[in-house]
């Protein structure tokens, strides 16, 4: 298969012209095969030969996650006798949206990640040890398994966890690549060093990292990537995706943003309005799902606040790439004056080696005011430590939230809850 398609290389104006045309063919799709959309369409007196251009979309209704949860069997375009797969979104705030994928559907996810990680530098004939799940109707780990076979890489599933089993794994299949949420790393680090292996020389060449962020919006690497650098010299690449989008941006070896693979999703980057930003701004992800059968979407808003980069890439592509995600929309705190994200928060966090996990919980108080708890645990017996950690906050984000420490024993059967696909390092309790 090509692993390269020629159109990531093409103008801006052939992409743009590329998509009006996919564009076309999805809104004849929707039309023929969409109840949610006929309605919509209907509804808005849309004639969907008026929609030509990128531009035009704008035209259409945005459709929302509440959309998709209330009318999740309406969003179905195949009869369920041709789904063969049943996902599920991760469903941290209320119930999870369900995804079924066809057949075709399963074949566009295996191109989509088989593409994505060969922008990663992933070639045939690698190894890679996947140490995220595959099962709990986790879209991204089928499509990691699939997406692999297509390319011709072998794959190692371990799953989530038992640092000593990867390393195990790791030593016996010498993967040189591993997907993992990259905290995760730092665990394989210590257990490495406890029990003396020789980790520094192992066959890993790089990782690629699902969950959490690895750079700050310049695309310097923030206080994590550094944490596991410092003491394991490996390539750390960002991959960012959802359910809804059945889409990856996985960055390429030059680690400038995740790369647009043009022939599989439309993005619009939308301010509060649901108007373009301009160039540069950051704003709410905005997508458009191309060749998807069983659950095609239109200007599905993700909630994620992100900028976009268009500048062509070293790479040779020159599609566009997505920043690090600053924050889901529906997180944003707004406490003392100041709006601030989880991640932001978690950073710092994750600069204190003192810290063992933690947990950020956003609740009300008596007022109706955003209130942020830290839960943390600590090895470190400093009764003065609470304060550092506080006036570490302080400097960076100008708030000062309250932290409580919790034993480790407790917090981490919190944060590290088996039924969930990451660490739950954030709780949102407001109403
Ligand atoms: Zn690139």
């Known amino acids: 298969m090509e692993l390269y398609p020629k159109i990531e290389t093409s103008s801006r104006d052939t992409i743009k012209q590329f ?59 195949v009869p369920f006798d041709k789904i063969v797969d049943y996902s599920t979104t991760s469903g941290t705030l209320g119930d999870p949206v369900t995804f079924g994928l066809s057949d075709n559907d399963l074949e566009r996810l295996a191109y989509n990640e088989a593409i994505s990680f060969a922008c ?26 699939l997406g692999l076979r297509k390319m011709g890489a072998s794959v190692v599933r371990m799953g ?66 550094k944490k596991i650098k410092e003491k394991w010299d490996i390539q750390l690449f960002s991959t960012y995706a959802s359910t809804e989008m059945s889409t990856a941006f996985t960055e390429c070896e030059f680690q400038v943003g995740g790369h647009q693979h043009p022939e599989l999703i439309i993005t619009e980057i939308l301010d509060e309005n649901e108007n373009p930003v301009q160039e540069g701004e950051s704003g709410e992800l905005t997508i458009t799902t191309l060749g998807v059968e069983a659950i095609p979407l239109l200007r599905f808003k993700t909630g994620d606040l992100v900028k976009a980069h268009y500048e062509p890439c070293q790479c040779g592509r020159n599609t566009m790439r997505l920043s690090p995600v600053i924050g889901r929309k529906q997180q944003m705190i707004k406490y003392k004056g100041t709006t601030l ?41 400093n009764e003065n ?6 006036d570490h906050f302080r400097a960076k984000l100008r708030v000062g939230p309250k932290i409580e420490i919790v034993d480790f024993d407790i917090l981490s059967k919190i944060v590290f809850n088996p039924i969930s696909r990451k660490p739950i390092n954030f709780i949102d309790l407001r109403a």
């Not at 007196?45 to 979309?57: C, G, M, P, S, Y």
Request: proline share 4%.
């Open 160 to 225: 989530p966890g038992i640092p000593e089993l990867q390393w195990d794994s790791i030593f016996r299949y010498k993967p040189k690549y591993l997907i993992t949420v990259p905290s995760f790393l730092l665990k394989m680090i210590d257990y490495a060093e406890k029990h003396g292996l020789d980790y520094k020389n192992s066959s890993v060449y790089g990782a690629i990292c699902i969950g959490e962020g690895l750079k700050n919006q310049d695309f310097a690497d923030n206080i994590l990537s």
């Open 385 to 390: 430590f609470v304060n550092e950690v506080r």
């Open 19 to 77: 998509q009006e045309s996919k564009l076309k063919e999805l809104l004849i799709y929707l039309q023929d095969h969409s109840p949610f959309y006929q309605r919509l369409f209907k509804e808005n007196n849309l004639d969907i030969n008026d929609i030509k251009t990128l531009e035009d979309l704008q035209k259409i209704p945005t459709t929302s996650k509440n959309d998709l949860q209330q009318h999740n069997h309406n969003f179905f375009c």
């Open 120 to 145: 990663a530098g992933v070639q045939k004939g690698d190894v890679v040890q996947m140490i995220t799940t595959i099962d709990k109707r986790f879209m991204a780990g089928l499509a990691y398994f």
């Open 341 to 381: 994200y989880p991640p932001a928060m978690g950073d710092i966090l994750n600069d204190f080696n003192n810290i063992l996990c933690y947990q950020i919980v956003i609740q009300s108080d008596e007022i109706g005011l955003d209130e942020i708890i830290i839960k943390l645990s600590t090895d470190n017996e």
